[in-house]
Nanobody, 125 residues
Framework: QFQLEESGGGSVQAGESLKLSCTFS???????VGWYRQVQGEEREGVAT???????SYSDSVKGRFTVSQENGKKTFYLQMNDLKPEDSAMYYC????????????????????WGKGTQVTVFS
């Protein structure tokens, strides 16, 4: 049974860091994994993606502060979030799709087939 499990959310002060992790069991040789976030009442926003061939993409709002990576040889990947800002506060979702990442995977939530339950990140000013 396919699963996505997130962990690592919490509450921090502005300027601090958090690291989210996601473990997934995926039978396909190609995949795109990533993170989306959503503030209640607003649209979901793509944050970062990582492809099975190693390419990464970030939204402009997090570029230079967030880093997505994969644990070697394992289907666990991370979102290191540095210099957090109050506007980063949201529910963060681990997401994946059975194709290599394209620009559309970061831009459109509908391109991601599977979603985790989410983990809350709150940043206080």
């Amino acid at each position: 049974q396919f699963q996505l499990e997130e962990s690592g959310g919490g509450s921090v002060q502005a300027g601090e860091s958090l690291k989210l992790s996601c473990t997934f069991s995926y039978p396909y040789p190609n995949w795109c994994v990533g993170w989306y976030r959503q503030v209640q009442g607003e649209e979901r926003e793509g944050v970062a993606t990582l492809s099975s061939i190693g390419t990464v993409s970030y939204s402009d709002s997090v570029k230079g502060r967030f880093t997505v990576s994969q644990e070697n040889g394992k289907k666990t990947f991370y979102l290191q979030m540095n210099d957090l800002k109050p506007e980063d506060s949201a529910m963060y979702y681990c997401v994946t799709d059975s194709h290599r990442c394209r620009d559309e995977h970061l831009a459109f939530a509908a391109f991601m087939d599977y979603w985790g339950k989410g983990t809350q990140v709150t940043v206080f000013s």
